[in-house]
Nanobody
């Protein structure tokens, strides 16, 4: 099993920045890509960003491209999501996820492990 713990959520104003982190533990050798998803109240969970842990290729949803950056610390443990120019529509619970697939994917069904989520609220 792989355990994922998110941190860094909070309440910010529109235009502010926030950095989310995800710390994996357990059988992390089984994961080849990781991603961030989010779910707003009354909406489906949606893809935000993904990174391949082999090669480092990144993928973004169009709604966050140019504003969010997914990365992994040099010690290859913590996964980060730098969120800039936040908008009220970015308000959601953000989830970290890990997949055994090599290529980063935006399909939530491709992910095998999930964190509990961290709340991000952006006020206008």
């Amino acid at each position: 099993q792989v355990q994922l713990v998110e941190s860094g959520g909070g309440l910010v104003q529109a235009g502010d920045s926030l950095r989310l982190s995800c710390t994996p533990s357990g059988r992390t050798f089984r994961t080849n890509s990781m991603g961030w998803f989010r779910q707003a109240p009354g909406k489906e969970r949606e893809f935000v960003a993904a990174i391949s842990l082999i090669g480092g290729s990144t993928y973004y949803a169009d709604s966050v491209k140019g504003r969010f950056t997914i990365s992994r610390d040099k010690d290859k443990s913590t996964l980060n999501l730098q969120m800039n120019s936040l908008k009220p529509e970015d308000t959601a619970v953000y989830y970290c996820a890990a997949s055994m697939q090599v290529r980063g994917t935006g399909n939530s069904r491709d992910y095998n492990y999930w964190g509990q989520g961290t709340q991000v609220t952006v006020s206008s």
